[in-house]
């Protein structure tokens, strides 16, 4: 029996872990964060997009994924318009932002700010709502109830391990670029997030690339 919730729990982390890995928008997204304002943004950004993933898997872990798929599908349009929108909101705002080189001022609504944009960013991506429903309900053998907060549990953890680790990683090698270097990889960023945007925008109205 013992096993049962190691099993859930690993299950979990390995779906959070590997839903938070792919380096989509909202990595890109952290990993500027990072390199504009240091280490502390980058996880603030990453702790709301860990946020988004356990409210994903929270729907799926409790077996609503028929209604949250019902309701995503009604819906699907207007959060690509929705991701579409903060997609060109961020990179308009990256491109104008003069570089920083020091992190934000320690002042609780900075880091709230930065969580609360990357939370409402991760809310309205289908894309992610989509594959917790295909995956999760795939790895939970068994409806019990009793193991859906361990299963919750090990997603964040994946997620948030995921997070911490590209923050990290970018905040070392910011610590190594030059003013110049961090204003280009700035620009990059925001004309990548552009990008995302157009994409998504595509998609809202059923395009596809040539």
């Known amino acids: 029996m013992a096993s049962v919730p190691i099993t859930t729990f690993l299950a979990g982390f390995g779906v959070g872990l590997a839903v938070a890995a792919p380096i989509g928008p909202m990595g890109v997204l952290c990993i500027q964060r990072t390199l504009a304002f240091g280490l502390a943004a ?4 990453g702790l709301g997009a860990a946020t988004v993933h356990v409210t994903f898997g929270s729907i799926a872990a409790l077996g609503l994924e028929a209604t949250a798929v019902t309701l995503l599908g009604a819906g699907t349009q207007g959060l690509s318009l929705l991701s579409a929108v903060l997609l060109f909101w961020f990179g308009a705002r990256i491109l104008k932002r003069t570089t920083v080189l020091d992190p934000y001022p320690p002042q609780s609504e900075r880091w709230l700010h930065l969580y609360a944009s990357a939370l409402l960013f991760g809310l309205s991506n289908p894309m992610t709502v989509l594959l917790f429903i295909a995956v999760i309900p795939a790895l939970t053998a068994s409806n019990d109830l009793q193991a859906a907060p361990v299963l919750v549990i090990g997603v964040f953890l994946g997620s948030i391990l995921w997070w911490t680790i590209l923050s990290i990683a970018t905040a070392l090698i910011r610590s ?8 280009l990889t700035n620009r990059a960023s925001g004309l990548t997030l552009v990008a995302l945007g157009m994409l998504m ?3 809202a109205f059923g395009q596809t690339l040539p």
């Open 42 to 45: 980058g996880l603030a950004t």
């Open 176 to 183: 190594r670029l030059s003013a110049g270097a961090t204003a």
């Open 201 to 203: 925008l595509m998609k």
